[in-house]
T-cell receptor
Framework: EAQVTQNPRYLITVTGKKLTVTCSQN?????MSWYRQDPGLGLRQIYY???????DKGDVPEGYKVSRKEKRNFPLILESPSPNQTSLYFC???????????FGDGTRLSIL | KQEVTQIPAALSVPEGENLVLNCSFT??????LQWFRQDPGKGLTSLLL???SQREQTSGRLNASLDKSSGRSTLYIAASQPGDSATYLC????????????WGLGTSLAVNP
């Protein structure tokens, strides 16, 4: 089954404790993206990747890192999480840029 | 700067009604426009994609139209069902910044039995 898998689905953690949200797709997609969704602000792009080893900043990259060492994986790293990063996070992928994106089920992060 | 607006923010209708969701964008220079559905606790599901050269796309009971010159798109849902209850989001691939989607805030739809 074609899917984008995010882990964990839920996480409560404390300020400053490094965490990684994994994202994996099984569709051989080139384009991958991370979003955060906040009430009243909608979906905002954090980082995107056009292909392996090619990543770039989106609208709100501060406090986040990504890597794309393999085509299928696109982890999101919070090196020193802060409460303002409490949000619902989505990973998405598409075959190439501008094609319909497939989304993961989301990761709800709470930073205390 | 491209902006996407969806009105209304919320809509409640009885089952069986035909309904229209609206999306407007400020800059007509787009590559395509996409409609998504978001269910609570789930990710987004792509519904329809309309290329900038197209006027409409249909999938089952859904029909999306695009009027690029006026900066508008509509999503028409025929014979609505309770299972259609979800948030519907509109997004455009902006030709000025063609590496990301520009999102609206969505319309929350409730279809009542």
């Amino acid at each position: 089954e074609a899917q984008v898998t995010q882990n964990p689905r839920y996480l409560i953690t404390v300020t400053g404790k490094k965490l990684t949200v994994t994202c994996s797709q099984n569709m051989n997609h080139e384009y991958m993206s991370w979003y955060r969704q906040d009430p009243g602000l909608g979906l905002r792009q954090i980082y995107y990747s056009m292909n392996v080893e090619v990543t770039d900043k989106g609208d709100v990259p501060e406090g986040y890192k990504v890597s794309r060492k393999e085509k299928r994986n696109f982890p999101l790293i919070l090196e020193s999480p802060s409460p303002n990063q409490t949000s619902l996070y989505f990973c998405a992928s598409s075959l190439v840029i501008r094609q319909p994106q497939h989304f993961g089920d989301g990761t709800r992060l709470s930073i205390l | 700067k491209q902006e996407v607006t969806q009105i209304p923010a919320a809509l409640s209708v009885p089952e069986g009604e035909n309904l229209v969701l609206n999306c407007s964008f400020t800059d007509s220079a787009i590559y395509n426009l996409q409609w998504f559905r978001q269910d609570p606790g789930k990710g987004l599901t792509s519904l329809l994609l309309i290329q900038s050269s197209q006027r409409e796309q249909t999938s089952g009971r859904l029909n999306a139209s695009l009027d690029k010159s006026s900066g508008r798109s509509t999503l028409y849902i025929a014979a609505s069902q309770p299972g259609d209850s979800a948030t519907y989001l509109c997004a455009v691939w902006d030709a000025g910044n063609n590496r990301k989607l520009i999102w609206g805030l969505g319309t929350s739809l409730a279809v009542n039995p």
